[in-house]
């Protein structure tokens, strides 16, 4: 079968970092993208690693190693406004399979 | 914004009825797809269109059907509705069905089954 593993739930305060660790169990996928939700909102795209590796996109880092079925996505210089969900999903077939989610509790 | 839009934002069924839901891609973007999102999970792939055909469906019964129209518009029909057909219902567009190709995401309809 197909799964991504998250942690349900992370806290942490503003201005720190906070690392989202997904591990999965599956194969033959062409990347890991990672998604963030706000309540009630949509899936928005933060990231996608194609290839091993670390993808830096201003305060938001991803990392995949295939190796170890596992990656990660790195969040610094924590706002509140990052407090959502956020997920991480394997692009295979041209769909995306999603993890369950964590949701992330920014405090000040 | 994504550019993607969804109407209705909200609807409430009763067991049994039909309902479409209607989805309004990038232009441009040649695949739409739909998920489902129960409450407290990750979203659920149900199926994709690409240039107007099927492209994929996930594990959904054959009461979950869609339509893919020249002018980017896209519908997600379910028959015969159950109760935990419950969810937010969205759909994502990409330029094109190819290999890691970024999904852009509506903001969804909630439906409620009662």
């Known amino acids: 079968g197909q799964s991504l593993e998250q942690p349900s739930e992370v806290t942490a305060v503003e201005g720190a970092i906070v690392q989202i660790n997904c591990t999965y169990q599956?194969?033959?996928?062409?990347?890991l993208s990672w998604y963030q939700q706000h309540d009630g909102g949509a899936p928005t795209f933060l990231s996608y690693?194609?290839?091993?590796g670390l993808e830096e996109t201003g305060r938001f880092s991803s990392f995949l190693s295939r190796s170890d079925s596992y990656g990660y996505l790195l969040l610094q210089e924590l706002q509140m406004k990052d407090s959502a969900s956020y997920f991480c999903?394997?692009?295979?077939?041209?769909?995306?399979?999603f993890g369950a989610g964590t949701r992330l509790a920014v405090h000040p | 914004e994504t550019g993607v839009t969804q109407s209705p934002t909200h609807l409430i069924k009763t067991r049994g009825q039909q309902v479409t839901l209607r989805c309004s891609s990038q232009?441009?973007?040649?695949?739409v797809s739909w998920y489902q999102q129960a409450l407290g999970q990750g979203p659920q792939f149900i199926f994709q269109?690409?240039?107007?055909?099927?492209?994929g469906r996930g594990n959904f019964p054959p009461r979950f059907s869609g339509l893919q129209f020249p002018n980017y518009s896209s519908e997600l029909n379910v028959n015969a509705l159950e109760l935990d057909d419950s969810a937010l219902y969205l759909c994502?567009?990409?330029?094109?069905?190819?290999?890691?190709?970024?999904?852009?995401f509506g903001p969804g309809t909630r439906l409620l089954v009662l």
């Open positions: 994502a567009s990409s330029l094109d069905s190819g290999a890691g190709e970024t999904q852009y």
């Open positions: 599956t194969s033959g996928f062409y990347g």
């Open positions: 690693n194609a290839l091993d």
């Open positions: 999903a394997v692009l295979r077939d041209n769909k995306l399979i």
């Open positions: 232009s441009g973007h040649n695949t």
């Open positions: 269109y690409y240039r107007e055909e099927e492209n």
